[in-house]
C-alpha cells in the first residue's frame, strides 16, 4: 500500500514571498489534515478535510494561509505572504474517515523562510 | 498550561534497557490515546493505539493509559539502537472532537550500542 505523498521535500523561500505545498493521501482516505510542526514542539493541526470539505480550520491563519482539497483526493497548502515564524514542516496526513483515530502521515515539507 | 505536557529530553540509555516515556495532560475528554514515532527527517509513524484506561502490549512495547491520574506511559523493552527516534504522544476526544489529535512536544530518544 503506498503511503502519504507530499512534495516538494524542502523549500527555501524569502519572506513575503509565496510557497505552495501539495500532498497526496493513500488511496480511499476521506479524511485529510494538515499540521504544521515547528522544530522542538509536535504537530499542530492547521485543517482538516472530510472528503473535498473543511471540516476544522479554527487554527489555519487565513490571512495569510489557504488550503483546498478540490476534487477529494490531493490538497494543496498555500502561503502568501510568508512569515519568518512559518518556518517549519508541514506534514499531510489521512485516515479512512473521521471517527477512525489512526492517522497516516506522510514525510512533510520543510520550510526554510529567510 | 499546555494541554498536553512531555518531557522533551534528550534520553540516552544504553542497548538492552527499559526505557520509560511520559506525558500528562489537562483534558478530561481525551479518550484515544496514541503514541507516534518520529525518525528524523520523517513523519510520524503510529506505534500503538489505545482507548481509555488500561494496558496494551505490542512485541517490546507497553502503552500504559491512568486517566484518573491523567497520565500516559510507553514502556520500550530491551531497546535497540534502531528506537532511537523522537517519540510524540498523541490524545483525542474521540469521535464527537472529529478525532482532532493534540500532541505532545516529543521526547528524544537515544539508544546507545
Known amino acids: 500500500e503506498a503511503g502519504v505523498a507530499q512534495s516538494p521535500r524542502y523549500k527555501i523561500i524569502e519572506k513575503r514571498q509565496s510557497v505552495a505545498f501539495w500532498c497526496n493521501p493513500i488511496?480511499?482516505?476521506?479524511?485529510l489534515y494538515w499540521y504544521q510542526q515547528i522544530l522542538g514542539q509536535g504537530p499542530k493541526l492547521l485543517i482538516q478535510?472530510?472528503?473535498?470539505?473543511?471540516?476544522?480550520d479554527s487554527q489555519l491563519p487565513k490571512d495569510r494561509f489557504s488550503a483546498e482539497r478540490l476534487k477529494g483526493v490531493d490538497s494543496t497548502l498555500k502561503i502568501q505572504p510568508a512569515k519568518l515564524e512559518d518556518s517549519a514542516v508541514y506534514l499531510c496526513?489521512?485516515?479512512?474517515?473521521?471517527?477512525?483515530?489512526?492517522?497516516?502521515f506522510g514525510s512533510g515539507t520543510q520550510l526554510s523562510v529567510l | 498550561q499546555k494541554e498536553v505536557e512531555q518531557d522533551p529530553g534528550p534520553l540516552s540509555v544504553p542497548e538492552g534497557a527499559i526505557v520509560s516515556l511520559n506525558c500528562t495532560y489537562s483534558?478530561?475528554?481525551?479518550?484515544?490515546f496514541m503514541w507516534y514515532r518520529q525518525y528524523s527527517r520523517k513523519g510520524p509513524e503510529l506505534l500503538m493505539y489505545?482507548?481509555?484506561?488500561g494496558n496494551k502490549e505490542d512485541g517490546r512495547f507497553t502503552a500504559q493509559v491512568d486517566k484518573s491520574s491523567k497520565y500516559i506511559s510507553l514502556f520500550i523493552r530491551d531497546s535497540q539502537p534502531s528506537d532511537s527516534a523522537t517519540y510524540l504522544c498523541?490524545?483525542?476526544?474521540?469521535?464527537?472532537?472529529?478525532?482532532?489529535?493534540?500532541f505532545g512536544t516529543g521526547t528524544q530518544l537515544k539508544v546507545e550500542l
Open positions: 496526513a489521512s485516515t479512512l474517515d473521521r471517527i477512525n483515530e489512526k492517522l497516516f
Open positions: 488511496s480511499g482516505h476521506a479524511t
Open positions: 478535510f472530510q472528503n473535498n470539505g473543511v471540516v476544522d
Open positions: 483534558n478530561s475528554a481525551f479518550q484515544y
Open positions: 489505545t482507548y481509555s484506561s
Open positions: 498523541a490524545m483525542s476526544a474521540g469521535t464527537g472532537g472529529g478525532n482532532k489529535l493534540t
